[in-house]
């Protein structure tokens, strides 16, 4: 008995004593880097990416400019609800991508910090704010996915354009994600409305037919084609979509009736820790084409050359006149409505 | 001489009360500030409106979610009922028929314990679904896998190791002398079992079954990957929170939740009191013959049929995520591929150590902490008793995500910043299993007879000797239990640490996560298969110390008791 209490003690003050070094390193660290280089800047720039992709660019930030970066990725929606929660301390420093609808709403509910810089002026206006609380690094386009086998299965030919979705015999055969989660999806909405007008709640209507379920990741609709669960996904269209073409027979769509888009956003969060190592970011970000083309690698699109125009050696993947036309200032402002007529309409449709 | 020595017992009487009253105080604090004050911070918010107090986030939420209310509910029981029924036929075949394949059972039950988030809902998709592997490769099927009967067989298996651990921990602890004379009297082995058994363990069956129908409401991950158009109150409120950003209406839809919740928890705390009268004066021993107690007749090949089935599906479902992380399916070919592993080097491998380390810290502090507190709420029934142990329960009925909210609406400010900290992380870990601990504990003691302590109190150990000496030996099985629940989902929950974690503080399965949501499901099945080995390794590690203290413990108190 005497053994096992001994064992416990010991395990005990093991525990106690891992928490309290858990606790502790991140002071030390913190001090440590302080200390290192006064030239640099100094401290740990926190990040919020998209996904975890993007160390290389971080650390080419780390080299070149001193902090160091620590990053977590999340989806803008669990972005939001995590710096509502926070009353106003948040947790990080830099919010690197994601849909700009998320930013808008950020921006009004005062939660980014304005950043000026002189190579902000050369940015294309149409995919910054004006007063400079947010940029982008990119937009993402939207097309389909589809799987070969299956629409040859079922003696289907690939849909060419967004009409051509509501066709009754993709019925079942469709696959979106929830434009609540998806920015990318949330897009489509708000673009085909701008687009359609009036009648593009008859066309979400029609399109929700053919629709079994609204999936709730991002990810879904590219990867369950590729899967062969599905024949047609709604998709954000870039590099990484040729990987699933070595697992499957899968072709991309660019729809003939335009493509929407949406900006992914970067900006600094307001009352930060480090403040000065975001905005030291993204003055680093924009001011060197190098640092672009190595977001182009990582990201396996092109993209950044609408938001910076003119940078040597990429190319657009597609013609720009294949997007569709956007008034983006509404992304912001229109999506709790929208969403809120989306809900009513198809949320409880499709109940057992 | 003797005054003195009365003198000296007496002061340390007071001693031991005095560490009494404290500990209870630590105890009853740590839960207020913890459990109690996060909770009410939910509370508080969703009736927060944009000026100030406001009733808004409800006036819609009942007529509105009332169908989704319904749906919980209905998958709730349907989930709980199947899991409890599969979880006897497991443990029944485990304890007395297949004791040659015991570890090797024990060994996919522990393995099944660790289902990371999302991976067991993408295997059974992959196997059952519309190009599925056994519904479509094997059976030629074009089987449409989403809606709410995949929930339910999902839950249902998920919840299922959980539950036959528990009852495994109670069926070891049965007086099998007791089971010997009913044999002896003539009855049959099923009679004996059903006049016997399953009235002992019937406490731990509704233990089962409330924690599954909490786990089932709260539950987001498996509605939400192959729920399709089937919606539940969890998977509302994570929309609201992930989607909308509506921090008011999901917290008013978490207290909507907790209705359900809080009336299974009443009808738990009723039964369970009745059940306590019942086998009031059973006094329990581990000790007895090992008898032949194998199940016969037709009622042994449906418990067998069962259990198999439940074998055959997890070693099909887990058999197909390690496949995958070592697979790459190359346009209808599966190829051999180290893509996943290297990817999986490649990053960093702190996230398991960090991983590791809270989970440890997690499951010593969090098991020792429930064990202390089922103590003073069963044992001792100290007052408001019940109401401690409601509000331990409730962070395991809330969707995770609520309550890593709540911890960040409690702890975002001075004098109690903790944002940002591994403290919050853990804490968060540790209140959120809690009720797993404090419940197998609860079971544990149902089946010691109370006139032990009083036994032991006559015979001048004092409160702590009570709980050290007497009680906490006999606590062992559920000391394991708990142990291995808090490190297991230390290791894979996500929900309530994804908005606690910041950067720089990243653990395992947030990779995991991030895997899952960029459709990566290699990448992802591999740290998942990391994630499982890790923590099955440090578990059977665990449990094999354990056993073996156990073993030679039972030959000492079988000495004493010769005396």
């Not at chain 1, 690094?137 to 690939?158: H, P, Q, R, S």
């Not at chain 1, 209507?205 to 590729?226: C, F, H, Q, W």
């Not at chain 2, 959120?432 to 009083?454: E, G, R, Y």
């Amino acid at each position: 008995m005497k053994k096992g209490k001994r064992l416990l003690a010991a395990l005990l003050v093991l525990v106690m004593s891992l928490a309290l070094a858990a606790c502790g390193t991140d002071k030390k660290e913190s001090e440590g880097t302080k200390k290192e280089d006064s030239k640099k800047l100094s401290g740990t720039l926190k990040v919020i990416a998209t996904s975890e992709n993007y160390q290389p660019l971080f650390d080419k930030f780390t080299e070149e400019v001193g902090p160091k970066v620590e990053f977590i990725s999340m989806s803008s929606g669990e972005v939001l609800s995590k710096l509502k929660a926070e009353g106003g301390t948040p947790a990080a420093d830099l919010w690197f991508g994601g849909g700009i609808d998320a930013f808008m709403d950020a921006k009004e509910n005062n939660l980014l910090e304005k950043v000026d810089f002189d190579a902000a002026d050369d940015l294309a206006a149409d995919y910054k704010d004006s007063e400079n609380y947010w940029f982008s690094k990119g937009i993402t386009v939207v097309g389909f996915i589809v799987n070969n086998d299956i629409l040859k299965e079922k003696g289907l030919e690939a849909p060419k354009s967004w009409d051509d979705l509501t066709k009754p015999e993709y019925k079942g055969e469709i696959l979106m994600s929830d434009p609540a989660i998806s920015g990318t999806n949330y897009a489509v909405v708000n673009a085909l409305l701008q687009t359609k007008g009036d009648a593009g709640w008859d066309y979400f209507n029609k399109l929700n037919e053919n629709i079994t379920y609204y999936s709730k990741r991002g990810a879904d609709p590219s990867t369950k084609v590729a899967a062969g669960e599905v024949a047609i996904g709604i998709t954000y269209i870039d590099g990484t979509l040729d990987e699933l073409k070595e697992t499957a027979d899968v072709s991309i769509v660019y729809p003939a009736d335009g493509m929407p888009y949406v900006p992914e956003g970067v900006a600094a969060f307001a009352n930060a820790e480090n403040t000065e190592a975001a905005k030291a970011f993204i003055e680093w970000f924009y001011s060197d084409d190098e640092n672009m083309k190595q977001l182009a690698e990582i990201d396996q699109k092109n993209t950044c050359l609408l938001v910076k125009l003119g940078i040597k050696g990429l190319e657009l993947d597609f013609d720009q006149s294949q997007l569709m036309k956007e008034d983006l200032s509404l992304f912001g402002k229109e999506r709790t409505a929208i969403l809120e007529r989306w809900n009513n309409l198809m949320g409880d449709k499709g109940e057992e | 001489m003797k005054s003195k020595k009365t003198r000296a017992s007496q002061s340390g009487a007071r001693f031991y009360n005095i560490l009494d009253r404290i500990v209870l105080m630590i105890l009853v604090g740590l839960v207020c500030l913890f459990v109690l004050y996060p909770l009410l911070c939910i509370i508080k918010q969703s009736v927060s409106g944009a000026h100030g107090f406001s009733f808004a986030a409800y006036k819609s939420i009942f007529d509105k979610n009332l169908h989704l209310l319904k749906n919980s509910v209905f998958v709730a029981v349907l989930s709980a009922l199947i899991s409890t029924g599969l979880a006897v036929a497991v443990a029944f075949s485990v304890r007395f028929t297949f004791k040659k394949l015991r570890g090797c059972l024990m060994g996919i039950l522990l393995i099944s314990m660790v289902s990371p988030p999302f991976i067991a809902s993408l295997a059974y998709i992959q196997l059952f679904g519309r190009n599925g592997l056994i519904s479509k490769g094997l059976l030629g099927l074009s089987l449409n896998p989403y809606g709410w009967i995949g929930v339910v067989i999902m839950q249902s298996l998920f919840f299922t190791s959980l539950n036959a651990l528990l009852l495994i921990g109670m069926l070891e602890r049965i007086d099998l002398s007791m089971l010997q004379a009913s044999a002896d009297l003539g009855a049959t082995r099923g009679r004996t079992l059903y006049k016997i058994v399953l009235p002992l363990i019937r406490p731990s069956l509704l233990i089962c079954f409330l924690l599954s129908f909490i786990r089932s409401m709260a539950d987001f991950g498996t509605p939400i990957v192959i729920g399709g158009r089937f919606e539940t109150v969890a998977t509302e409120i994570y929309m609201q929170i992930i989607g909308y950003s509506d921090l008011s209406k999901s917290s008013a839809l978490n207290v909507l939740l907790l209705i359900p919740a809080l009336a299974g928890f009443v009808l738990y705390r009723y039964l369970m009191r009745k059940n306590d009268k019942i086998f009031a004066g059973n006094n329990n021993k581990a000790t007895g013959a090992e008898e032949d107690f194998r199940l016969k007749g037709t009622s042994a090949v449906i418990v067998y049929l069962i259990a198999a089935i439940f074998f055959v599906t997890m070693i099909l479902e887990y058999g197909s995520i390690f496949l995958n992380s070592f697979t790459k399916n190359m346009r209808g070919t599966l190829t051999f591929t180290t893509q996943y592993f290297d990817a999986l080097l490649e990053r960093n491998m702190d996230t398991f150590v960090r991983s590791i380390a809270y989970a440890l810290i997690v499951a010593l502090v969090g098991t020792f902490v429930g064990i202390l507190l089922s103590y003073y709420i069963e044992r001792r029934r100290i007052r408001f008793g019940n109401l401690i142990d409601f509000v331990v329960t409730m962070p395991y009925m809330l969707p995770g995500s609520c309550f890593g909210i709540g911890y960040i609406l409690a702890f975002n400010h001075e004098p109690l910043k903790l944002t940002g900290t591994a403290l919050i992380v853990i804490a968060n870990m540790i209140f959120k299993q809690m009720s797993i601990t404090t419940k197998a504990v609860t079971a544990s003691f149902s089946q010691i007879s109370l006139n032990i302590d009083d036994a032991a109190r006559d015979l001048g150990a004092n409160k702590l000797r009570v709980f050290w000496d007497v009680l906490l030996p006999n606590l062992k099985p559920a000391f394991a239990t708990g142990f291995v629940n808090n490190f297991t989902n230390a290791m894979i929950t996500a929900g309530s640490v994804i908005f606690l974690i910041t950067p720089g503080q990243k653990i395992a399965v947030f990779t995991l996560f991030d895997s899952i949501n960029t459709g990566k499901y290699g990448e992802a099945s591999m740290i998942a298969t990391f994630i499982i080995w890790i923590t099955v390794l440090i578990n059977v590690i665990f449990y094999i110390g354990f056993s073996k203290e156990r073993r030679r413990k039972k030959g000492v108190s079988g000495i004493k008791k010769s005396k």
